[in-house]
């Protein structure tokens, strides 16, 4: 065990001294971390919902309460401007996705939707964003929907629009005198429910008042996310740390691979089989020392994050497994990636050269959540994917242990493989 | 103390070691000369077990082979291509090599500053090994074989690419661990090392010992004989003779004597006579 922790000591030493590595492992890493965090605008990665500008041209109350409505709502955040002109600059400027304008004489029309009279709302989108500008146009018949409801449940707007109803159909000449009549008398009955009915929730017309007609949606849909998607990062730094993780993995997985070939390489490595020590003792110490490494970078990065950019962790419980998963995985890599790269030139130009691909698509370059599908899909086979979700998984997905788990166990199992078939491969004199 | 037996080592079509058998007894310094490709280091990586011989035997102070961990633990190894990490500062290297070895705490510290002592590199000791001259590195490939105070010492080519003054330095050195009853196995390409170090000499070419004895048992029986050269006005006259002092008081009784020279066979003449070619071709 002494000569086993004299190696590790002594590859840790290496590590740091060497300045390109050193930075590699836990300079650049951070760098990039803070870099994406700035660039994908830190706070509220996503948790703030779809940006639309509001431009009011009616000033009713109509329009007060759409605005409000729509302020409550949690998809959206509302700007609110004067000038219908600087509100579609900010669309230009892909400051929001729309453009929302409430004309004139939109309170006027919310009292005319019973006869056939509709409310018009425009909305200028941004053309590139055009499943958000959908799921906008959804969110706005809701909404209108509910001033339809307001309308009905509000005793005088109720009357008001029934009694104009009525005097439009009597004043009509296309109309015959029987319907005329019917017509009318359907109108009266209409206004005495409306009054009744919203006599107990008190006279003087509150609208969200007692069990009357305020709440009554002609289409209820009944939103419910799932918990897995509802969870998004609360900073972008969230993401960008587990980035910066990634490429911090990565320094010490090639720097470690590479300085087995290294000492091969240079005859140190047969030195070392001189002493009185087994070529376990030597793996074990190479192993150790990367996975050391590997757990200080990521514990370095993550607490950086923390401190300095209010990264919160979930479960410290869980980070602390994904860490330990992760480093472990990455030493399996080291190991194969020791015993692939035959000699310091070529061999290892490839084996870092795949290392770095597996890197940019496990999360490293961009987040996984925004792969397409089948991106997402072959980055399964990147170990870098895997340590990503795991501590994603602690962070901010809010995972379960289950949900943790095949992360954690297909990190295992890349340690487990890559060291066996890593130790299998390893040549131990220069060979040529 | 080490027992070489009918050793072969093929790498392909090149046979480095061609059923060399050889002893080593206690406290003595043994020279392996030859010239490059001989097959020195191969048989030095046999002995210390991390070179397996295709057929033939290691045997260590009657142990066992140096496979096993615990018999090369009373080894000390300076192989030829330098093994120090430059990354690291030469007390940080011998330091490490010491662990390795089992020594710990303040009896390895002790050791350190002896041995960096030893070979000089005090001064340095906390420089990183990166900025040290090609001697200097040799000087402290040379201490990590030490740090243990093993019973043996094989040492590959521990000159190469040193000044002269370093080198009489490290000859100085292996002298003085020979005193102190260190058995030496000493490889080089130097006739003069070999001949001012070493207590029996093996001559090596093509993987195979061509003769093997002391010093002067070697130029006895193969360095041929003395040439006595007498400078006169008319010309150079050479002789070869087994007895120069006869031949010398002879050409002085003739008298008109201008000069004398007198080659003695050294262990050059020996290799020549051996394999008809010059150690340094
Ligand atoms: N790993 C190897 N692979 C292939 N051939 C080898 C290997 N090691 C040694 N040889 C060959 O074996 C022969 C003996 O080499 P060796 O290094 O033992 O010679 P040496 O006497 O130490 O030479 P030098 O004085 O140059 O160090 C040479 O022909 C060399 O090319
Ligand atoms: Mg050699």
Partial sequence: MHAILALAVKDLRQLLRDRANAFFTFGFPLLLAIFFGV???????????????????????????????MQADSALTVTLMQDRAEGEAMVRRGKATACIVIPDGFTAAVATILTGGSMRIEMVVDPSRRAAAGLLTGK??????????????????????????KERV????????????????????????????????????????????ADWRPVDVVVRELKDESVRPR??????????????????????????????????????????????????????????????????????????????????????????????????????????SKSEGAGAGMGRAVVLVLAMIGGGTVPLFFLPQFMQTASKISPFTWATLAIEGAVWRGHSWAEMGLALGVLGAFGLVGFVVGTACLKWTHAS | MLKLDSLVKRF????????????????????????????????????????????????????????????????????????????LSGWENIEFFGRLYGLRGRELKARVGAVLDIVGLT???????????????????????????????????????????????????VRTLAQQGITIVYTTHYMEEASRLCDRVAIMDHGRILAIGTVPQLVAGHGGKSVV??????????????????????????????????????LESVFLSLTGRSLRD
């Fill in chain 1, 39 to 69: 660039i994908f605008g830190g706070a509220g990665g996503g948790g703030s919902g779809i940006a639309v500008v509001v431009v009011d041209q009616d000033s009713g109350d109509g329009a007060a309460r759409l605005i409000a409505d």
């Fill in chain 1, 140 to 165: 706005m018949n809701e909404l209108g929907f509910r001033q339809f409801g307001r309308v009905m449940g509000d005793t005088d707007s109720m009357l008001a629009a029934v009694g104009g109803a």
């Fill in chain 1, 170 to 213: 009597l004043a009509s000449e296309q109309t015959d005198p029987v319907t005329k009549g019917l017509m009318s008398m359907m109108f009266d009955s209409i206004a005495n429910v409306a009054r009744r009915a919203n006599a107990p929730a008190g006279n003087d017309g509150d609208p969200a008042g007692g069990g009357g007609l």
């Fill in chain 1, 235 to 340: 900073s972008s730094y969230e993401i960008s740390f587990t980035q910066g993780v990634v490429w911090g993995l990565m320094g010490c997985v090639t720097a470690f691979g590479l300085s087995m070939a290294f000492e091969r390489s240079r005859g140190t490595l047969l030195r070392l089989s001189v002493a009185p020590i087994t070529k376990a003792h030597i793996l074990a110490g190479k192993a150790i020392s990367c996975f050391a490494a590997c757990m200080a970078v990521q514990i370095l990065l993550l607490a950086m994050g923390v401190l300095v950019f209010g990264v919160r962790v979930d479960s410290p419980m869980k980070l602390g497994a994904a860490f330990g998963a992760a480093s472990a995985g990455f030493t399996g890599v080291m190991m194969l990636l020791a015993g692939l």
């Fill in chain 2, 12 to 87: 392909g079509a090149v046979t480095a070691v061609d059923g060399l058998s050889l002893e080593v007894s206690r406290a003595e310094v043994f020279g392996l000369l030859g010239p490059n490709g001989a097959g020195k280091s191969t048989t030095i990586g046999m002995c210390v077990g991390v070179i397996a011989p295709d057929s033939g035997r290691v045997t260590l102070d009657g142990v066992g082979p140096p496979t096993e961990p615990r018999v090369r633990a009373s080894l000390g190894v300076a192989p030829q291509a330098l093994a120090v990490y430059d990354d």
């Fill in chain 2, 123 to 173: 001064p340095r000791a906390n420089d990183r090994v990166q900025g040290y001259s090609g001697g200097m590195k040799r000087r402290l490939n040379l201490a990590a074989a030490l740090v243990h105070r093993p019973p043996m010492l094989l040492l590959d080519e521990p000159t190469a690419g040193v000044d002269p003054q370093s080198r009489n330095n490290i000859l100085d050195l």
């Fill in chain 2, 229 to 266: 050269t007498v400078v006169r006005a008319q010309g150079e006259e050479r002789t070869e003779t087994d007895e120069p002092l006869h031949v010398i008081t002879r050409a002085a009784g003739e008298g008109g004597v201008l000069g004398l020279r007198i080659d003695r066979p050294d």
